[in-house]
């Protein structure tokens, strides 16, 4: 079955540093991957995507993330992080046979002044 | 679009009683996703539907839970007895063609 690892539970970068989340997926063919984001008390917005093609997506807010099948990564990165950055992301996969969703445990980012 | 519309935002209930979370989804999209989320266990996937019908319920935790989906623009989950552990935030998620967009959740408190 596929499955998710998101091996950082909590991260923190100051205000202006550049930030990589990390990502792991098992599955056997090429997945569909995503990367959401959620603020406290809110629901998961979808950040980017990757189906296939070009393994470097762009995404809102200035995130990207890069898919390396050669290591099973989806690692999602920013340049420069924001105060407003700050919060709860996911790794989550899909099966393309179906249209199930699964989601790593989350990384939380915390972001200092 | 005014996107996954749910309701309650919040319930409080108490123990015994049978609670009902409501689920509109976006227009057009053909797969209905319940999601249960605690700080202990994460995104948990309950059930999903693709075009109505229960495809996957092995989430389900257990026979007190039950989803429905009795048209394409409505899906509840219901849980009856409610016990103090299902206290969570249960977010509905629709989506076409793999990408998924997801409510604001019900926060339920079962006291």
């Known amino acids: 079955a596929q499955s998710v690892t998101q091996p950082d539970i909590h991260i923190t970068v100051s205000e202006g540093a550049s930030l990589e989340l990390r990502c792991n997926y098992s599955y056997g063919a090429t997945p569909y991957l995503f990367w959401y984001v959620q603020s406290p008390g809110q629901g998961l917005q979808l950040l980017l995507k990757?189906?296939?093609?070009?393994?470097l997506v762009q995404g809102i807010k200035g995130f990207e993330a890069e898919f390396k099948r050669s290591q099973s990564s989806f690692n999602l990165r920013k340049p420069s992080v924001h105060w407003s950055d700050a919060a709860e992301y996911f790794c989550?996969?899909?099966?393309?046979?179906?249209?199930?969703?699964?989601f790593g445990t989350g990384t939380r980012l915390q972001v200092f002044p | 679009d005014a996107g996954v519309i749910q309701s309650p935002r919040h319930e409080v209930t108490e123990m015994g009683q049978e609670v009902t979370l409501r689920c509109k989804p976006i227009s057009g999209h053909n797969s209905l996703f319940w999601y249960r989320q605690t700080m202990m266990r994460g995104l948990e996937l309950l059930i999903y539907f693709n075009n109505n019908v229960p495809i996957d319920d092995s989430g389900m935790p257990e026979d007190r839970f039950s989803a429905k989906m009795p048209n394409a623009s409505f899906s509840t989950l219901k849980i009856q007895p409610s016990e103090p552990r299902d206290s969570a935030v249960y977010f509905c998620?629709?989506?076409?063609?793999?990408?998924?967009?997801f409510g604001q959740g019900t926060r339920l408190t079962v006291v």
């Open positions: 998620a629709s989506s076409l063609s793999a990408e998924a967009f």
């Open positions: 990757y189906f296939s093609g070009d393994t």
């Open positions: 989550a996969v899909v099966n393309d046979n179906t249209d199930k969703l699964i």
